[in-house]
Every structure is written in structure tokens, then in C-alpha cells.
């Protein structure tokens, strides 16, 4: 009997180092690769909150270290025009504050081509800092991992 219990024992140890090894072997970046944080923006003007709130966070995020991408589709292109008036709400800075801060910090800042004719933005439209999305770019941000945020 005690032996058949050491075999059980043994081998129900043996069942959950092989479940835990999947989750101890993933990738982790090299000293040379950092982690990226792609932010996704579908909000501009219509939801003030959500669109300052993505924007603070790519800056934080940026601050921290990591490798940043911004992504904005829908309502958000609105806001990357040069001639956007400044999306403001409660205690966050100013849209126009946030993307110039962005600009400085070096976030790649991308507007949706295809919302963009549907806003009949045109690229010689875009403040400065900001570029119109290629696909290429999704995969070039980062060397390292990325983490996703939607807003």
C-alpha cells in the first residue's frame, strides 16, 4: 500500500510539472529586446475619456521604457489633424498636449488610411508626429513581446 501511494504520489507530481513547464518556458526578451504596447483608438471627440485616457497611457507607458505604437481608427483620425481643436476633459491634459508629448517621446502615432477617406482626412492633413498606418509597421515596433490595449 505504501508503495502504490509513492508511485501516485510520484506520478500526479510528475502531471503537474508537465502542465506548469508550458507557462515557465515562454519567451521572455533579451537585454536587448523590449517589450511593446500597442495602443488601439477608435474614440476621438465623441468619448473624451477614452481618448485621453489611451493617450496618457501610451505616454506612461513610452516614460516606462517600453516600445510604443498608437493606432487610431474610427472617430480618433479626427483628432490627429493639424487643425483638431483640443479634446479636453477633466483631470487629463489636453489631446493636443498629449500627441505633442508623444511626438517627443518618439511613439510612432499612426491614422487608419481607410478611415481617413471616410473622415475625408487627407495625409497633408496630419499634425506633425503623426503618419498614415502600413502594415509593416505593426510588426517592426518591438523586439520584444507585445501587450495590447484597446480603447
Not at 137 to 143: D, M, Y
Amino acid at each position: 500500500m505504501t508503495r502504490r501511494f509513492s508511485v501516485t504520489v510520484f506520478v500526479a507530481t510528475l502531471l503537474l510539472l508537465c502542465m506548469a513547464l508550458p507557462s515557465l518556458a515562454q519567451a521572455r526578451p533579451t537585454n536587448d529586446e523590449r517589450d511593446g504596447v500597442f495602443v488601439h483608438i477608435s474614440h476621438g471627440g465623441d468619448n473624451p475619456h477614452r481618448l485621453l485616457m489611451a493617450l496618457q497611457m501610451a505616454a506612461t507607458m513610452a516614460e516606462g521604457g517600453k516600445d510604443v505604437l498608437v493606432y487610431c481608427d474610427i472617430e480618433a483620425v479626427k483628432v490627429l489633424t493639424a487643425s483638431a481643436k483640443p479634446v479636453t476633459f477633466e483631470a487629463f491634459p489636453s489631446s493636443v498636449e498629449l500627441l505633442e508629448r508623444l511626438k517627443k517621446l518618439k511613439v510612432q502615432v499612426l491614422a487608419c488610411p481607410t478611415c481617413m477617406k471616410v473622415a475625408r482626412v487627407e495625409s497633408k492633413d496630419l499634425r506633425e508626429g503623426v503618419s498614415v498606418a502600413q502594415k509593416d509597421l505593426f510588426f517592426s515596433f518591438t523586439k520584444g513581446r507585445i501587450l495590447s490595449l484597446d480603447y
